[in-house]
């Protein structure tokens, strides 16, 4: 399964924008790109994903590299609440819908 | 939105009881469910992957004769702690996949066990 590289940890005051970036250089083509975040003491939440082209919903952008070996979850303007630790994973199209799980990044709110 | 139930959302047992956890898709048919554990501080371990009606797939170090899963509908999985001991204290989530098509897994708030 190909890997994901998230920073441990990031700090973003309230109201900022928050880029998150994640390198995955050994992507295939047929890797969809998800993004989850976990609260703490709380089950993970979907928040985007994408294949190739930028994404917009409710919560999040995510800008994906042309060549997609890299990709940005954007949250536009952060709360106290989107404290949470934010994953990015790969999957394939064709597995069995496993998610595998990395570090992610610890997305800390400076009020 | 897809809503995942968990229950109980914690339970305090002594060692060697059995303790079963119950994931429930609320408003739509989950055609594969999936069990993780994570430990303080760490990221999920998937468990194991079970598909309505069959036998769940376990993950390797995963003890599927300790750790027994049943997934008898489209909405609900239960995954039952046989003989659990003190290392088997853990969090436990379960998330489903529907049959939109999405590809997106849905997850359950999570059941907090601690074996005394």
């Known amino acids: 399964d190909a890997k994901t590289t998230q920073p441990n940890s990031m700090e973003s005051n309230e109201e900022e924008p928050v880029h998150l970036p994640c390198n995955h250089s050994?992507?295939?083509?047929?890797?969809?790109i998800h993004w989850y975040r976990q609260l703490p003491s709380q089950g993970p939440e979907y928040v985007i994903h994408?294949?190739?082209?930028?994404v917009n919903n409710r919560m999040a952008s995510l800008a994906i590299a042309e060549d997609r070996k890299s990709s940005t979850l954007i949250l536009h303007r952060a709360t106290l609440r989107d404290a949470a630790v934010y994953y990015c994973?790969?999957?394939?199209?064709?597995?069995?819908?496993?998610?595998?799980w990395g570090a992610g990044t610890k997305l800390i709110i400076k009020p | 939105g897809a809503v995942v139930s968990q229950h109980p959302s914690w339970v305090i047992c002594k060692s060697g009881t059995s303790v079963k956890i119950e994931c429930r898709s609320l408003?739509?048919?989950?055609?594969?469910m999936f069990w993780y554990r994570q430990f303080p501080k760490q990221s999920l371990m998937l468990m194991a992957t079970s598909n309505e009606g069959s036998k769940a797939t376990y993950e390797q170090g995963v003890e599927k004769d300790k750790f027994l899963i049943n997934h008898a509908s489209l909405t609900l999985s239960t995954l039952t702690v046989t003989s659990a001991h003190p290392e088997d204290s853990s969090f436990y989530i379960c998330?489903?996949?529907?049959?939109?098509?999405?590809?997106?897994?849905?997850f359950g708030p999570g059941t907090r066990l601690t074996v005394l």
């Open positions: 050994t992507i295939s083509g047929t890797d969809y």
């Open positions: 998330s489903a996949t529907s049959r939109d098509g999405t590809d997106t897994q849905y």
């Open positions: 994973i790969l999957k394939h199209m064709d597995s069995n819908y496993q998610l595998i």
């Open positions: 994408g294949l190739t082209s930028n």
């Open positions: 408003d739509f048919q989950a055609t594969t």
